[in-house]
């Protein structure tokens, strides 16, 4: 696959000069070395209840261009978002028609030399005469020729309201050009015909189009169509056109996720003068398909579109959010085993002083806020090489999953007394200062590890929201989260009071460490499962026998512990051969089962739900039928737990066949970029999601709270 090189400018590579020149440009305006843009009115003066334009004009050097709706194989879409006072309302972005980019085998749809994105602003009736209306836009953007750089700006203007009649602005010329470049929305009966790989779009022209009749339009202009969805067609791929009467076929190449048979055509069609070269001319006429929402390209695409006031989120209530989403994070499942070593550290700590106990404190959130700011320049690094990740990510690679499962289990033998590394309770002794920092350290590494499989109430939003911003602001999102996890034990490790009701260790400690090794063997159960759904069922018996050979590798381990000198460095050097041996051919092994999909267990042999695919969504919609929709995943315990409790219950399954609903079910568990560009959509940034679209073409879908039970769905799924 051809991967377009994606490089970002950094703030250390402007010259001051060029620092100093932008400094002194105005408000509504920037630049960079690649593009200058201005935020444009066609009105100075409005008055209450009048819609405007604004525009974003973006001026493009020579050879590069930026990207429309749907960027093609490659790219990202402008986005604006917007900061307005209170009842100012803004539309969509008007996308004017697009022009084709062709770098090898990548095809990209964008604009050149200049462009302006126009958008509709709504003042309120009731906005008080006399005042101003300060219009804020944070536009982002991705400019290429054979590099790519991400870029973004914040534009300020303002708009004086008036008592009864408006005033054009100097721009209103340029708005007006702009105007015309947008794509007359027509209702041309247009749909895709597929028969297997085979893909025709047909349209029924009106006896006259742009000016002449539809055999002479059509003979007199170079046609090209460009789909408003991505993966609707192959980009790259030739289109022929042919016309029999007012009949224009468009003959395709099916994309990566083709249309229904039958199904509506959405995009752009656009006539450009005839050239002797053969290429394209300028626009002469372009008309828009199906006009409606586009579904934005996977893992690329456009802003997201909030789907609930959750959308709408500043970078405060983001902290907030992740802060309180931390703190609960500690109550949902997947923390549960690792309660079990946290409760062994707590009475193992009982005799310490305060300060010391603190430390232990202190050591643990260190471990916590180190591993979410890894995890977080983790999502950096793949955010930058263009992929689309989210909350839970690492656990679709079964390599990760599996070697979390063994490292569980090697923890639940120490806890059963297997083997030890240093003191009782304490598995990170072996690496610990003096006091055994560096055991709570691990804790709170294993912490953050098992608790990425789980996603609380408030954490949806926040991260969200992270993964669209700034890479500082991902990070302090990150640490929020982080924090609020480590709250609890903080609190406690801090806390006299609690110290003086901690039991004194004993004998019988040793019991309940042995106890406590029982929900980390649970774990690695559940993980193997999790495994079997990636790679298939051949793994288990692949996993159980790795773990086989841990359990002797730790045995032995101990067995050998208290003999001396050489024999003991032998010893240990064997078993180390030896681990790493088990790991390698367990994770070469993996690798070769994951690599063969019909080996991968089918988990839905009796389904009472559709796998989601956005042609699928979009037939249910166009049909006017409700849809239900649970993104999930088999490493996700939540989504597994709001199954059990809600989603499959017989109740469950009489409701929607008494609402007439149809179920889609999108499956995480491995990377999915169709479910990823839905997660996107909506501001999630991992599962689980769940919407239901209530019956008609035009309804919104409602955004159901991440933990659910039968009457949490029951009313929404009853709600029109």
């Known amino acids: ?21 932008a400094a002194q ?67 969509a972005i008007l996308w004017p028609a697009p022009s084709r980019f062709d770098i090898g085998p990548i095809t990209n749809y964008g604009y050149a030399d200049r462009v302006v994105l126009l958008t509709k602003l709504t003042v309120p009736g009731s906005q008080a005469i006399g005042s101003e209306i300060p219009v804020q836009a944070k536009a982002s953007w991705l400019v290429c020729a054979e590099s790519c750089f991400p870029q973004e700006a914040t534009l300020r203007t303002t708009l004086a309201v008036a008592a009864t009649a408006s005033v054009h602005s100097e721009h209103k010329p340029v708005i007006d050009a702009a105007l015309k470049q947008i794509p007359l929305a027509v ?29 002479a339009f059509a003979r007199q202009h170079t046609l090209r169509f460009y789909p408003a969805q991505w993966g609707t067609v192959a980009h790259n791929a030739a289109q022929s056109f042919s016309l029999d009467g007012q009949q224009l076929t468009i003959a395709l190449a099916a994309g990566e996720t083709p249309p229904a048979h039958g199904s509506q055509v959405r995009g752009v ?51 907030l959010l992740a802060f309180a989403g931390g703190v609960v ?36 959130t260190a471990g916590v806020l180190v591993s979410f700011s890894l995890l977080a320049l983790a999502l950096i690094v793949i955010k930058s090489l263009g992929a689309q990740v989210g909350w839970g990510f690492q656990f679709q690679s079964p390599y990760f999953v599996l070697g979390v499962a063994y490292l569980i289990f090697v923890v639940g033998l120490s806890l059963s007394g297997v083997f030890a590394l240093g003191g009782p309770a304490n598995l990170g ?67 006299p009071a609690l110290h003086r009701v901690l039991p004194k260790s004993g004998l019988w400690m040793e019991r309940l460490k042995q106890a406590l090794a029982f929900p980390m063997y649970a774990a690695a159960v559940w993980l193997v499962w999790v495994l079997a759904q990636q790679a298939g069922v051949n793994a288990v ?85 409700p849809v239900f929709i649970n993104l999930t995943a088999a490493w996700c315990i939540t989504c597994l737990v709001n199954e059990k409790v809600a989603l499959s219950k017989p109740a469950f399954k009489e409701l929607l066949q008494e609402e007439g609903i149809t179920y889609l079910k999108g499956d995480w568990t491995n990377q999915d970029a169709r479910i990823s560009a839905l997660l996107k959509q909506y501001g999630r940034s991992g599962v689980p999601l769940y919407l239901f679209y209530p019956s008609g073409t035009g309804s919104e879908a409602h955004v159901l709270p991440q933990i659910l039970t039968h009457d949490i769905v029951s009313l929404a799924l009853r709600s029109k």
């Open 1 to 21: 696959m051809f991967l377009v090189k994606v490089r970002w400018l950094s703030a250390a590579a402007l010259t001051l000069a060029h620092l100093a020149a």
């Open 25 to 91: 440009l105005p408000l509504d305006q920037a630049r960079t070395e690649q593009v200058a843009v201005r935020l444009i009115s066609d009105h100075v003066k409005v008055v209450p209840g009048q819609t405007v334009y604004l525009g974003l004009e973006q001026k493009i050097i020579p050879h590069w261009h930026t990207y429309w709706k749907n960027p093609g194989d490659s790219g990202t879409s402008t986005s604006i978002a917007w900061t307005l006072p209170a009842g100012v309302t803004t539309g």
């Open 187 to 215: 209702d041309w009966q247009a749909v895709y015909l597929r028969q297997g790989d085979t893909l025709q779009a047909r349209l029924t022209l009106p006896a006259q189009v742009g000016g002449t009749g539809a055999a």
């Open 269 to 319: 069609l656009v006539a450009h003068e005839k050239t002797s070269s053969g290429g394209d001319g300028a626009i002469v006429h372009a008309v828009e398909l199906g006009a409606g929402a586009a579904a934005p390209r996977p893992g690329k695409g456009a802003a997201p579109v909030p789907a609930s006031s959750e959308g709408n989120i500043t970078l405060w209530r983001a902290l």
């Open 329 to 364: 994070l500690n109550l949902m499942p997947c923390v549960f085993p690792v309660l079990s070593i946290k409760a062994l550290g707590l009475l193992k700590h009982s005799d310490l002083s305060g300060a010391q106990k603190r430390m232990q404190g202190v050591a643990y």
């Open 429 to 495: 002794a072996g690496l610990a200062s003096r006091n055994g920092y560096s055991g709570s350290f691990f804790t709170g590494v294993l912490a953050t590890i098992v608790a990425t499989p789980c996603t609380a109430p408030f954490m949806g939003a926040a991260l969200g929201f992270a993964l669209t911003q700034p890479s500082l602001v991902l990070w302090l999102v990150f640490i929020a989260l982080g924090l609020g996890l480590a709250l609890p034990y903080m609190l406690v490790s801090a806390w």
């Open 541 to 625: 018996p692949l996993a159980l026998g790795g773990m086989i050979m841990l359990a002797l590798i730790a045995w032995l381990f101990d067995s050998t512990r208290n003999t001396s000198g050489a024999r003991r460095l032998a010893a240990n050097g064997v078993l180390l051969v030896a681990t790493l041996a088990t790991l390698g051919v367990s994770f070469q092994a993996v690798r070769l089962l994951a690599g063969s999909p019909a080996q991968v267990a089918q988990a839905g042999a009796r389904q009472d739900w559709e796998a989601y695919s956005p042609p699928r969504l979009a037939e249910l919609r166009q049909q006017g039928r």
